[in-house]
């Protein structure tokens, strides 16, 4: 009998080895993004005829967002943003202090419109990676209750989140002002860009 349950143990131990060295599936890690001082959230724009060379540069300070990272397939994590259109501010440094606080009107009140529209957004619809740490993200981004897709290129490392992306003003209904009858203008184009350390939901 002794022998019986020996034997019967060892063909066993074949199988428990098994289970205990594959490895378990790898489950999505929750990630938070907020504002900090390595965080940064931009939005540029050139300017065009006798200001040819020289972009407007605008930071979001106000922002929260959510990247449900998974791990073992990262094709299948999604990337939730929520920035507050109202903390957006100019940082142009070749700008005069009273024509930088007119182009942040210009940009709050008159085009992205702050007191009827209280946020824009930024919802993820497929990640695809094309290197090494790097993805193309693409998603739909939302401005003034408008929503039109956008494509992001990211490049992710232990957490840390950086790329760009370009969509035309126009698309959302984005008039930019020209000066100087027609003499100054700004291109259609607008160029985000971002720099996002992100952090586990506390608990997990």
Known sequence: MAAYWRDRNSMRLPGLFLLVTLPLPAQNVILEIAPSAENRISLEVA??????????LFVLEKYSGRVELDKSNPDKSRVELTMDPASLLVKDD??????AKKVQEEASVKML?????????FRSTSVRSIAIDRYTVEGMLTIRGIARPVTLEVTMRDYRFEGSGVFKMSSYGL?????????????DEMTVRFQLVATPRPGL
Do not use: I
């Open 47 to 56: 300017k065009t005829g006798l200001l040819s060379g020289k972009k407007h």
């Open 94 to 99: 070749w700008l005069s202090a009273k024509d």
């Open 113 to 121: 419109a702050v007191n009827q529209f209280r946020e824009m957004t």
């Open 175 to 187: 008039k930019p002002p020209s000066a100087a009858l027609g003499a100054v203008g700004t291109k």
